[in-house]
């Protein structure tokens, strides 16, 4: 079994019960170990759109990291997701932020995620359910650390 960290989001519709129903969805891929609040947090990339609703997840899971990655993108259609422009607008979205210590650099799949140290809706959620990511996230420019707050 390994664990993998899962970063989930959405803009579209009822975010947080988006992202809520997304965490539920992750026991189709193992056992759901930990789950983070979630967070409000302006967009990247393209920022002329609605912001989102992040959270992070830790799943202990049987799935290879390939078959992960299929397992998740199943769960995103399922869920409503349909394909968009990148970084655009998305009822949820599922990205796979580490899987035990392995380094995966292939077309379609790079673990850990290539950018998990540079955006704060990912880092800040990652870090309050896995201790490794507090100094990451205690880094992060201020402006950035800012773009996400707890949703109450």
């Known amino acids: 079994m390994a664990r993998a960290g899962i970063g989930l989001g959405s803009n579209l519709g009822d975010p947080a019960a988006n992202v ?3 965490i539920d969805a992750l026991a189709e891929t193992g056992t759901v170990l930990a789950r983070s609040r979630l967070y409000r947090t302006k967009p990247w990339g393209r920022r002329e759109q609605p912001d989102f609703c992040n959270a992070a997840a830790i799943v202990e899971t049987a799935l290879s990291p390939h078959d992960l990655l299929n397992r998740l993108k199943d769960l995103e259609r399922r869920l409503g997701r349909t394909q968009t422009e990148r970084w655009g607008p998305r009822a949820i979205d599922f990205d796979i932020l ?6 995966v650099d292939e077309p379609g799949l790079q673990i850990p995620h290539p950018r998990l140290r540079e955006r704060a809706f990912v880092l800040v ?10 100094a990451d996230a205690a ?3 201020p402006a950035e650390r800012a773009s996400v707050e707890a949703n109450p």
Do not use: N, Q, S
């Open 98 to 103: 580490f899987y035990d210590e392995l380094h």
């Open 125 to 134: 959620p990652l870090a309050e359910i896995d201790e490794r990511y507090a």
């Open 20 to 22: 809520l129903a997304g």
């Open 139 to 141: 880094k992060l420019p």
